[in-house]
């Protein structure tokens, strides 16, 4: 081997190899079509729990198709019809005794533009607890900060629990949101391109409080910002067209791809 060849194949576990039962979700021959339209096919993939896996490829080749599957959000469209399954921790999450809500609450999403509710922050981040019919004073209170720390957010907002939501700047905002969604304890968190609409440094925050979240949650991260991907997953699947091109460890599927398509997408020759 040169010397200059890069460092790859970390000790991360080959993803192919990942049984069912260390994966977190699992799809199996998913089709989904839009009136009809095929916009996913045969995707087979299993997600690792507590780690990052990245979604990406081009603008419309169904990434965010993918991620709404994952906690059944493609529901609320009429016109979206599934063949195949999605299973959770096991669980077929399409089958008919599912209970949606429940699902919705293992399975939290994070979208691309800040979506606080307009309350306060302290409002905001147990909303889902009070839902969930816990009203006591204290345990809230202690949700609330648990929460807001791990969103790395508690340093700046905790002589502002009051304040309207709004009144956060665009990335304490994002913030809020995760720390509303992990508030409830998830299974898994879904992150739909969460900093498309943050600028530079923001972006950098969210990153770095993603990596910090994998100790306690499984992350999907959609993102067509390449070097976020390789900045903070582990794994990353490479979607093109509805269809499932590669899917591996990050360093490797950015080092030394085993697909041509995963290498023109890298060097930015695929759109
Ligand atoms: N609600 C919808 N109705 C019909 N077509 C849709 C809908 N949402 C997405 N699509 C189509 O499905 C394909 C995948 O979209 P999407 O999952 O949003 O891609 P990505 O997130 O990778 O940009 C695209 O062709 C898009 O136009
Ligand atoms: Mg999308």
Redesign the pocket.
């Known amino acids: 081997m040169s010397l200059l060849t890069p460092k790859i194949f970390p000790s991360l576990p080959d993803i192919s190899q990942l049984s069912t039962e260390h994966a977190v979700l699992e799809t199996e021959d998913l089709n989904v079509f ?2 009809g ?1 095929p ?1 996913l096919e045969n995707i087979s993939l299993r997600i690792p729990k507590r780690r990052i896996t990245a979604l990406i ?10 991620l709404r599957c994952f906690n059944r959000m493609n529901d609320l ?1 009429d ?2 019809r599934m063949e195949g399954a999605v299973r959770l921790l096991g669980q077929d999450i399409y089958r008919p005794e599912q209970d949606v809500v429940a699902l919705r609450r293992q399975v939290g999403m994070v979208f691309q533009r800040p979506n606080p509710f307009p309350k306060s922050v302290y409002d905001n981040v147990v909303y889902g607890l009070r839902l969930l019919g816990i009203n006591d004073r204290r345990l809230l209170d202690e949700a609330a900060e648990r929460a807001l720390r791990a969103a790395a957010l508690w340093h700046e907002v905790k002589d502002r629990l009051k304040e309207n939501a709004f009144r956060l700047s665009n990335g304490q905002q994002q913030r809020l949101t995760i720390a509303r969604a992990i508030a409830i304890e998830p299974e898994v968190l879904l992150l739909d391109e969460p900093t498309s609409a943050l600028d530079p440094i923001t972006t950098l925050t969210i990153e770095e409080l993603m990596s910090s979240l994998k100790n306690q949650f499984t992350l999907v991260l ?1 993102t067509h910002n390449m070097q976020q991907a390789a900045r903070v997953s582990d794994y990353t699947a490479f ?1 093109h067209q ?1 269809r499932l091109v590669e899917y591996t460890a990050t360093d490797r599927l950015f080092t030394s791809p085993a697909q041509r398509k995963t290498e023109e997408y890298i060097t930015g020759r695929l759109r």
């Open positions: 839009y009136q339209r916009v490829g081009p603008s419309g080749c169904g990434k965010s198709t993918l469209n016109d979206c959609v979607l509805g």
